[in-house]
Structures are given as structure tokens and as C-alpha cells.
């Protein structure tokens, strides 16, 4: 099935929760789902598959986001923020949500790989 879900991400450098001498980069990330399907769609849980400088991967699975479970009108958008924090300067985060129509069929979202990056390091 073609997952009718837009996903939009923008990200944000938290330079005051940031302590690069201690190894702590914070990022902030507003994500945006659109519901572009003609059936409404519960998000049930999310799958994240976060990257660091090193390679390093750690995976984060859990009901939800931001303790909802939001559900999308044909048409409407959910928006919310969270945050990450990384042990290197940069990263990726890519991952799935995991949805459910009214009519009971589940399918999942793809979140497209966005950059963790402080804007000291974009050319």
C-alpha cells in the first residue's frame, strides 16, 4: 500500500542545553504529518533509527508521540516537537510510524533521513 502520510521535519541546534566540552549536543526536531489519504489514520507508535558522528546507531521504539496517539482527518496535519541528544556534533535520524486507517488496515510511515547539525558546521 502506498502510504498517503507527508512527513516534514525541521531541525534546530539547542546551543544553551548543548556541552560540546562534555560531549553533549542537543537537537530539537518539529515534525509535521499530513494526512493526504482519503480514510483518517491513528499514528499508533513510532520506530526511530538515530545515527551519531560515529556511526554509532541506536534504535527508540515506542507507542506514540509525545504521549498521543494522534489521528489525521483526510487532509489535516499533526504537528509536533521533541528533542535528541548526541554524544557527537552531528547526526542523522530516519525511522517509521507506525499507522492504522479507521477501517482497521495498519501500514507504516517512512520518516525521511533528516541531519542533526549546528549551523556553525553548514557551508
Do not use: C
Amino acid at each position: 500500500m502506498n502510504h498517503p502520510i507527508d512527513i516534514t521535519v525541521k531541525t534546530q541546534y539547542l546551543v544553551e542545553q548543548s556541552v560540546p566540552d562534555e560531549d553533549r549536543f542537543v537537537f530539537s526536531y518539529t515534525i509535521t504529518l499530513t494526512n493526504r489519504g482519503a480514510e483518517e489514520a491513528q499514528l499508533i507508535s513510532r520506530h526511530w533509527v538515530i545515527t551519531d558522528g560515529n556511526n554509532a546507531v541506536q534504535e527508540v521504539k515506542g507507542m506514540g508521540v509525545v504521549g498521543q496517539q494522534p489521528t489525521l482527518e483526510p487532509g489535516a496535519s499533526y504537528t509536533y516537537s521533541s528533542g535528541v541528544v548526541l554524544p557527537t556534533e552531528t547526526g542523522t535520524m530516519t525511522g517509521t510510524y507506525q499507522m492504522r486507517t479507521t477501517s482497521g488496515t495498519s501500514f507504516e510511515a517512512p520518516i525521511p533521513v533528516f541531519a542533526l547539525v549546528p549551523p556553525h558546521l553548514l557551508h
